[in-house]
């Protein structure tokens, strides 16, 4: 049984910085890629950010590189993402998920998802 649970999303403005947490549970969270995906109002989920299983390779969506900073903890079983110079096209629901694999890879699969906290930048 796997359950990941977000915090950290808020009202913000245009230009500031907020760090979103993720809590996974389970003793094998250094085992596998993490990842961070966003889904505007009426828009389909789409790839933020992943990390592998050590936490030595991180991947990043173009619209967020120089931006966002994934990274983990293995030792509090914590995703994070630090999401600076926000803009309002960053609005949306982010959600944490786990893969199944340690490796991060091109279209792989993210089993185990979170709630999703919401996120809001305005102008």
């Known amino acids: 049984q796997v359950h990941l649970a977000e915090s950290g999303g808020g009202l913000v403005q245009a230009g500031d910085s907020l760090r979103l947490s993720c809590a996974v549970s389970?003793?094998?969270?250094?085992?596998?890629?993490m990842g961070w995906f966003r889904q505007a109002p009426g828009k389909e989920r789409v790839f933020v950010a992943a990390i592998n299983g050590g936490g030595v390779n991180t991947y990043y969506a173009d619209s967020v590189k120089g931006r966002f900073t994934i990274s983990r903890d293995n030792t509090k079983n914590a995703l994070y993402l630090q999401m600076s110079s926000l803009k309002p096209e960053d609005t949306g629901v982010y959600y944490c998920?786990?893969?199944?694999?340690?490796?991060?890879?091109?279209?792989?699969?993210?089993?185990?998802w979170g709630q999703g906290t919401q996120v809001t930048v305005s102008s």
């Open positions: 389970g003793r094998t969270f250094r085992s596998y890629t």
């Open positions: 998920a786990r893969s199944t694999t340690y490796y991060y890879s091109a279209n792989m699969n993210f089993a185990y």
